[in-house]
């Protein structure tokens, strides 16, 4: 299990990116979750992600577990702070 913390940069509305980001978290077999304010989601779950209230310059958790976990974690924080568009 890898898990990491990072900074959000990702300028707009973040709820018009779930779909990405959720597609991107999809494309990997580990578990992916992400935690925000004591609350820990699904990254695979539209209706997860749609329920943490992020706003850019917030601080996520990233945790994965997996076969994958190193490429999953890279790519979600990549997501996250806006290396991905």
Known sequence: MVSETVKIN???????????????ASSFDSRIHISYLN???NA????GVMTLPLSDGDEVTITAEGADE???MKEMAEFFTGAID
Do not use: D
């Open 39 to 41: 609350k820990s989601i």
């Open 44 to 47: 695979k779950s539209i209706m």
């Open 10 to 24: 990702i300028p707009g509305e973040i709820e018009r990116k779930a779909a990405l980001l959720v597609q991107t």
């Open 70 to 72: 190193n490429k999953a």
